[in-house]
Antibody, heavy 126, light 108 residues
Framework: EVQLVESGGGLVQPGGSLRLSCAASGFTFSSYWMSWVRQAPGKGLEWVAN????????YYVDSVKGRFTISRDNAKNSLYLQMNSLRAEDTAVYYC???????????????????WGQGTLVTVSS | DIQMTQSPSSLSASVGDRVTITCQASQDISNYLNWYQQKPGKAPKLLIYDASNLETGVPSRFSGSGSGTDFTFTISSLQPEDIATYYCQQYDNLHPLTFGGGTKVEIK
């Protein structure tokens, strides 16, 4: 059974830092792109960052570039999000999500989040 | 960035009703669209990928259609357990991936 379990959320002051973790099990972690997706209270979903299987490619939404760093440890089946210079607008539930990203024989590609963690709440407030 | 616009933002329907949600992309995204269901307090769940492909284990009353800029998500016969917020998400541009604003479905 695929499981994604986030941890590390909490209350932090503006300008502070926090490191989120996501422990993966039930699948070959090193074979999948992984993402962080967040949801501010009462709001919709926002993709935050993703990372390639071997960590060689990383991408971020503009609003977190230069402040957040996504990383992974395939030996530990773990995904991380280091969040620095936190702002009130970063307050959200942060989800870890597995991305199924593949091409078919014609070159057409698919990309969808097929498994999600339960989320961890990050609150940025003084 | 590709903007995704969902409508309506909320709806109320009776059990057994046919429910339709639309999603419009700000540019042509071919079939590169997924649909997710999120129940209150829970993580999102993938329902449909590639605009019309039903994820394994998802009931057949859910369906998706469309291509280009205009997409439709349909529940053929609304059930009480379908109360949730539904989101579309494009993947024509992978960076950034973007979601629609969501449609909250309630029982009348």
């Amino acid at each position: 059974e695929v499981q994604l379990v986030e941890s590390g959320g909490g209350l932090v002051q503006p300008g502070g830092s926090l490191r989120l973790s996501c422990a993966a099990s039930g699948f070959t972690f090193s074979s999948y792109w992984m993402s962080w997706v967040r949801q501010a209270p009462g709001k919709g979903l926002e993709w935050v960052a993703n990372i390639k299987q071997d960590g060689s490619e990383k991408y971020y939404v503009d609003s977190v570039k230069g402040r957040f760093t996504i990383s992974r440890d395939n030996a530990k089946n773990s995904l991380y999000l280091q969040m620095n210079s936190l702002r009130a607008e970063d307050t959200a539930v942060y989800y870890c999500a597995r991305a199924s990203y593949y091409y078919d024989s014609s070159g057409y590609y698919y990309h969808y989040f097929d498994y999600w963690g339960q989320g961890t709440l990050v609150t940025v407030s003084s | 960035d590709i903007q995704m616009t969902q409508s309506p933002s909320s709806l109320s329907a009776s059990v057994g009703d046919r429910v339709t949600i639309t999603c419009q992309a700000s540019q042509d995204i071919s079939n590169y669209l997924n649909w997710y269901q999120q129940k209150p307090g829970k993580a999102p769940k993938l329902l449909i990928y590639d605009a019309s492909n039903l994820e394994t284990g998802v009931p057949s009353r859910f369906s998706g259609s469309g291509s280009g800029t205009d997409f439709t998500f349909t529940i053929s016969s609304l059930q009480p357990e379908d109360i949730a917020t539904y989101y579309c998400q494009q993947y024509d541009n992978l960076h950034p991936l973007t979601f629609g604003g969501g449609t909250k479905v309630e029982i009348k």
